[in-house]
């Protein structure tokens, strides 16, 4: 959207009820002038966000909907989203290509 907002959607699979979980998107541009602002700007190459949440769900699967708020410049990202179960340590990760316009 235009106010840098947007919305994450992704499922987390095989977790019991009650298990504490992380959800880290980042944000890495692709751009080689973006990646130059950025490291600039932030000395880092990638944006990272952290969410904590809880596994309610009394089935396999849980869905999530999050909306996003940070500001990105226009140009293509690799968006990855990092789930990790904070009992165990063990982690699942999706990436896909987005365009920022």
Do not use: W
């Not at 973006?34 to 849980?62: D, H, I, M, P």
């Not at 999050?66 to 990436?95: C, F, H, P, W």
């Amino acid at each position: 959207t235009s106010d840098g907002a947007f919305k994450a959607y992704y499922e987390i699979y095989g977790l019991p009820p009650g298990t504490e979980f992380e959800t880290v998107p980042t944000f890495e541009p692709l751009d080689n002038a973006v990646k130059a602002a950025l490291r600039k700007l932030r000395n880092q190459e990638a944006v990272s966000l952290a969410f904590t949440n809880t596994f309610t769900s009394t089935g396999y699967r849980q869905q999530e909907l999050r909306t996003v708020q940070t500001v990105l410049s226009s140009g293509t990202y690799r968006m990855t989203i990092k789930v990790r179960d904070l009992r165990n340590g063990a982690e699942a990760t999706k990436q896909r290509i987005i365009r920022v316009r």
